[in-house]
């Protein structure tokens, strides 16, 4: 072991260490039966762990309990049971017993992230522990997640002599999906004199989806592409009538948005707009079609059911130019940069029509109902919109196309509805920003959808090889 390895350790020991101290100074226990109960429950889970494919090691099951306890125990309570189920996991149900530096590490690295998730939950968020609790255990976990990976991550890059980056990508590939479904059901299990409506156990869904879909990406083999992801400079007779009718109906649209302009909120509206932007230069490039996907969309979703359709028009115009413009495969032609913003207004102006005007009296009792119906009209007019110009411009059957769009979008889809529906029951249980925690955890999303694309596009290419 190197110097600088050592240093790092023991670092992090020393970090951990006086958290824990400073934890059990202040000690506090209103309710020592509940929380005896709670620490071996968190034992238990710590010894059950996971061997997941395409990972060495395992997973355990006790961080389900350390974010439950950042929520609604003391920090003390909470990091004495992560103590013990560290020490508890690092002993029991393993093939190799571990050493003392690896059990002191093990435990400090989770004093520190959770001491940070407890400061960030207890302290800053204080109040939102009432009003969005699943919001703040997602902004919780992202963080939970991020510190740990980094910390443990560092370690094995410091020993092994390898990029600290290619260390931490290996927790997203099987970690990070299962972690996922572990957090939703810690957002939405019920605090003591708190309840959860039965419908919004269904975001569990999109994330067992993504999770069939990522092991079904161990199997996939890469067929002929399609061709370019976009319209190009050299379109058949029909596509360029296509393309010109979606132009038309997208400029009207966004000119009718602009002459009916209002804005309950422009700060809401140009935030919105900003992380929309910074969504769009967030891709991930799909093989076959050579298209892309992108954050934003998640926010187009949010704003559907709370914002007028001017500014859900504008979001959907902006975005869509800066994800073509931005560091594209190939230089975007005129074709391109016209027809994906109109394509997608006119996506969000039927979603809008559909949902805030002939739905409106049936779906707005319900946000489960309201985000299901919106992601559906916004995915299904959007990829109808873009496969028919990709069928049309490369002279491939329609049903092939969108197939090809639909395998490699619909997981993503999916989980951003999701997301657009935690942020949409936030902001109506407390206000706009605080529909913004969850944004960080959907980045990680982000990073896990497309380190797995990647891993497959490899897989792929070594087969072919």
């Keep these: 072991m190197t110097k600088t390895a050592q240093a790092y350790i023991y670092g992090v020991i020393g970090a951990g260490g006086l958290v824990l101290a400073a934890s059990l100074a202040n000690w506090s226990s209103p309710d020592p039966l509940l929380w005896a109960i709670y620490l071996v429950l968190a034992v238990i889970a710590s010894v059950v762990k996971l061997r997941l494919p395409g990972m060495d090691g395992t997973y355990s099951l006790g961080f389900l309990f350390l974010l439950y306890g950042v929520a609604h125990f003391s920090l003390g309570e909470t990091l004495v049971a992560a103590c013990a189920g560290a020490v508890a996991g690092s002993l029991l149900n393993t093939r190799k017993r571990s050493s003392l530096i690896q059990v002191l590490f093990n435990t400090a690295n989770l004093m520190v992230s959770m001491g940070a998730c407890f400061y960030l939950v207890r302290v800053w968020l204080a109040g939102g522990l009432e009003h969005y609790l699943p919001a703040v255990i997602a902004l919780a976990a992202a963080v939970h997640f991020i510190i740990n990976t980094v910390l443990v991550s560092g370690v094995l890059s410091l020993l092994q002599g390898k990029r600290l980056a290619e260390m931490c990508s290996q927790w997203y590939v099987w970690s990070f999906p299962y972690y996922l479904i572990g957090v939703a059901v810690v957002g939405l299990f019920p605090g003591p004199g708190r309840a959860v409506s039965g419908e919004a156990w269904l975001i569990l869904l999109p994330l067992v989806y993504l999770v069939h879909f990522f092991l079904g990406l161990v199997e996939w083999h890469a067929s002929s592409p399609a061709g370019g992801d976009q319209p190009d400079a050299l379109l058949p007779r029909g596509a360029k009538v296509f393309v010109g009718v979606v132009v038309a109906a997208g400029l009207l649209l966004l000119g009718g948005a602009a002459w009916q302009w209002h804005s309950q909120s422009p700060v809401q509206f140009v935030s919105y707009l900003s992380l929309a932007v910074v969504g769009a230069t967030l891709k991930v490039r799909l093989p076959g079609v050579q298209g892309t996907l992108s954050l934003s969309f998640v926010l187009v979703l949010a704003a559907l059911p709370e914002m007028s359709f001017g500014e859900v028009a504008v979001i959907s115009t902006v975005m869509a130019v800066a994800g073509v413009l931005w560091r594209p495969a190939q230089r975007a032609t005129l074709a391109q940069v016209l027809f994906n913003p109109a394509s997608l207004t006119v996506s ?118």
């Design 348 to 465: 969000a102006a039927v979603a809008f029509l559909v949902c805030r005007v002939l739905l409106a009296p049936w779906l707005s009792h319900s946000v489960v109902a309201e985000l299901v119906v919106a992601t559906l009209v916004l995915y299904l007019s959007n990829f109808v919109l873009l496969s028919t110009v990709l069928a049309l411009s490369q002279r491939q059957p329609l049903a092939a196309v969108w197939q090809l769009c639909y395998f490699w979008s619909l997981p993503y889809y999916l989980v951003g509805a999701a997301a657009a529906g935690l942020m949409t029951a936030t902001w109506r249980a407390s206000d706009w920003p605080a529909s913004l925690l969850v944004l960080p955890l959907l980045g990680l999303v982000y990073v896990s959808y497309r380190v797995h694309v990647r891993q497959a596009v490899d897989r792929s290419g070594q087969a072919a090889a």
